[in-house]
């Protein structure tokens, strides 16, 4: 029952990699019209939220984990890198909790809430990235964004 977790987070993942991988580069930089974070800096906070987490929880998981910074924004390589480097730590650590008490340290709520925090998290700056290159004028084609259902 339990093991579903750690793929319904690499599904999640796979949504967010996927969306990186469509978006031209140089869209990295666009920015939503009334500020607020660049659509590459979106990505970079997902990462870094992740690390940071990560980092608070410990059990060895942030060990090679990259924080990005603002200068890493606008290339995909790096921030691709991050990410996946970061979901494969917030497996292990699903996996290590469904091993253990399904307990995550300073998470009082447990590995279910967790992971539904992060696939919310998640969601919501994908949302913003969606939103302000639709706003932009340079949305993405609404086959592969249908299709990102697809993963679930």
């Not at 809430?113 to 004028?137: C, D, G, M, P």
């Amino acid at each position: 029952m339990f093991l579903g977790l750690r793929e319904s987070w690499d599904n999640a993942n796979s949504v967010t990699i996927s969306l990186l991988k469509v978006i031209p580069e140089h869209y990295l930089s666009v920015k939503p019209s009334y500020g607020g974070r660049s659509v590459g800096a979106q990505f970079a906070h997902i990462n870094n939220v992740r690390a940071q987490w990560l980092e608070a929880i410990g059990g060895g998981l942030a060990g090679g984990l990259i924080r990005l910074q603002k200068d890493d924004y606008t290339y995909k390589t790096k921030i691709s890198e991050a990410l996946l480097i970061s979901a494969d730590r917030i497996g292990e650590l699903i996996d290590k909790s469904i091993r253990g008490d399904m307990k995550v340290k300073g998470y009082p709520k447990g590995i279910n809430s967790f992971l539904f925090y992060l696939v919310s998290h998640e969601a919501h700056h994908r949302a913003q990235i969606i939103t302000t290159l639709k706003a932009a004028h340079l949305g993405l084609d609404p086959k592969f964004l249908f299709g990102l259902w697809d993963k679930f």
